[in-house]
C-alpha cells in the first residue's frame, strides 16, 4: 500500500476563493478514484498473466471503493469486507 501526503495544505486553501475552495476537494477525489481505477485495472491485468486460467471469483476480488469530498481517500481491497463476529469478538486480533 502507498500513501500520499501533503503539509501546508490548509494555509493555501485559506487564500482561494469559494468556488475554488470547492472544486479543489472534488477534483483531488475524482482524481484519487481515476487512479485507484489504474491501479485496479493494473493488477488485474497482472493477475491474469501470473494465475492460469484465473476464476471470475479470482478476477472479482478486488474492489473499488472511491474517494469523496469529505474522505479523499481511495482504496482497492482484495476479497469482502469481514462480517462483524455474532460473539463481538475481534476475528483478527492483533
Known sequence: MFKVQSRG???GLA???EIEQRQIPFATA???TETAKLIKSS??????????RPTPFTMNALRLIPA???KLEA???AGAPA???PDGL???PG
Open 83 to 85: 462480517r462483524p463476529d
Open 75 to 77: 482504496r482497492v481491497p
Open 9 to 11: 495544505l490548509t494555509d
Open 90 to 92: 475481534d476475528r483478527y
Open 15 to 17: 487564500e482561494l476563493t
Open 43 to 52: 493488477i488485474e491485468d497482472e493477475m491474469r498473466a501470473v494465475f492460469d
Open 68 to 70: 469523496t469530498k469529505q
Open 30 to 32: 475524482l482524481a484519487l
